[in-house]
């Protein structure tokens, strides 16, 4: 009888650092895909306007795990192994004024990090012709 007690006793103690741990672990992975999803979207508004408009409308980029670069083009996981479950997609859609006409006034770029297939960070900005401060 006293062993089960003791054994309670020490799950009960127990129980609650291994949750800490754990979401401790989920707050890490959450900022590591902020900083991911920052990353793409900063080199996307440094992109020139007509280079975004040129890829198309619907146009998907993805960085499968283990991909997921850096603006020199290094991945990310072999300077550490913390990024390698994480995978990257940019999404760009045009967006119009008014009317339909030959170059979009705006894209809509969505950048979505995932952490094994799960979604962990997703940004949305709006880009103009005169960049990311037009819109």
Do not use: C
């Amino acid at each position: 009888m006293a062993l089960v007690l003791l054994g309670v006793a020490a799950a009960g103690v127990l129980l609650p650092f291994s949750h800490g741990a754990a979401v401790q672990a989920e707050g890490r992975r959450m900022t590591l895909a902020a900083k991911l999803a920052n990353d793409l979207m900063e080199r996307v508004v440094a992109t020139p306007f007509a280079d975004v408009v040129a890829l198309g409308d619907g146009h998907t980029a993805t960085e499968l795990p283990g991909q997921v670069t850096d603006a020199l083009g290094a991945r990310w996981a072999q300077r550490d192994l913390m990024y390698a479950n994480f995978s990257r997609e940019v999404t760009y859609q045009h967006a119009y004024l008014l009317v339909y006409k030959p170059t979009p006034d705006f894209v809509l770029v969505t950048v979505r990090v995932q952490y094994q297939g799960r979604d962990v960070a997703v940004l949305t900005r709006l880009i103009g012709q005169g960049g990311a401060g037009s819109a």
